[in-house]
């Protein structure tokens, strides 16, 4: 069924390339968008040329670059009745080809995995020189940025925070000020570097958490955060909620 699916998509993509590629000196049909089905018509065009644009783009990252002249004539024999591989043959090179993309992406995220650790690694040397840093036994680095008068999380509580969470690029990943809703949670239910961080913090204060890959989502690549990123917090602890059901309420 998925093989069937990936064959569909690609034969619709051909005709979307095709229609991207007409000679400069053919004059393009008069465009109607009036009626249910002419539109119709055109969204399908518009999402296929949406996955084809996006297809390519994510081969040629991996160095995978795909003849669009033979794209466009296999469409145009397929159409034909005149297609120059048989159905098992096109399933065999599109196996292919989706196993070599497959291999070059997980080298692709191996690579970017051990520059990141190198990368972290320097940053955390540097960062620890600075004026207020302090380093934990664990390697989680904190800078107190304001400092509260409540009382300490242990981890057996749930708390209520606000944060921003950034790559060493700068990249925001996550924030819960960008959603104007602070988070609930058990300190026994995050990373290791927010269950120790917290754990420093009284209620009122506000810290900066520099925290190693061994301490957030290690070799996990989640996409947004790679793997082996060191992780940067700005963490706003509001509240200590007692139990489960309060931070649930809420």
């Known amino acids: 069924m998925k093989q069937t699916i990936k064959l569909s998509l690609v034969a619709a993509s051909v005709l979307a390339l095709a229609a991207c590629n007409q000679k400069a000196e053919e004059k393009p049909a008069e465009l109607?968008?009036?009626?249910?089905?002419?539109?119709?018509?055109?969204?399908?065009?518009?999402?296929?040329?949406?996955?084809?644009?996006?297809?390519?783009?994510?081969?040629?990252?991996?160095?995978?670059?795909?003849?669009?002249?033979?794209?466009?004539?296999?469409?145009?024999?397929?159409?034909?009745?005149?297609?120059q591989l048989d159905e098992a043959k096109i399933r065999e090179v599109?196996?292919?080809?989706?196993?070599?993309?497959r291999e070059k992406q997980a080298e692709k995220v191996k690579l970017e995995a051990e520059q990141n650790k190198v990368e972290g690694e320097?940053?955390?040397?540097?960062n620890?020189?600075?004026?207020?840093v302090v380093v934990?036994?664990?390697?989680?680095?904190?800078?107190?940025?304001?400092?509260?008068?409540?009382?300490?999380?242990?981890?057996?509580?749930?708390?209520?925070?606000?944060?921003?969470?950034?790559?060493?690029?700068?990249?925001e990943f996550d924030s819960s000020y960008a959603r104007n809703q602070p988070a609930s949670f058990g300190l026994r239910q995050v990373i290791k570097g927010w269950t120790e961080g917290l754990q420093l913090m009284p209620v009122g204060s506000k810290f900066k958490f520099t925290i190693?890959?061994?301490l957030g989502y290690g070799?996990?690549?989640?996409?947004?955060?790679?793997?082996?990123?060191?992780?940067?917090?700005e963490v706003e602890l509001l509240e200590i909620q007692e139990d489960e059901k309060k931070a649930e309420a809420e």
Do not use: C, W
């Open 32 to 83: 109607k968008l009036e009626t249910e089905a002419q539109q119709q018509a055109y969204g399908i065009g518009a999402s296929v040329g949406n996955f084809l644009q996006k297809d390519l783009e994510d081969k040629s990252s991996f160095g995978i670059e795909l003849d669009q002249a033979l794209l466009m004539r296999g469409f145009e024999d397929a159409l034909a009745g005149k297609a």
């Open 94 to 101: 599109l196996t292919a080809l989706d196993t070599s993309v």
């Open 122 to 126: 320097k940053y955390l040397a540097e």
């Open 128 to 132: 620890a020189k600075k004026d207020g």
């Open 136 to 171: 934990t036994e664990s390697g989680l680095q904190y800078e107190v940025l304001t400092e509260g008068e409540g009382k300490k999380p242990v981890d057996t509580d749930h708390v209520k925070v606000h944060y921003k969470g950034t790559l060493l690029d700068g990249t």
């Open 212 to 214: 190693p890959p061994e």
């Open 219 to 233: 070799e996990r690549n989640l996409g947004k955060i790679p793997a082996n990123s060191t992780l940067i917090f």
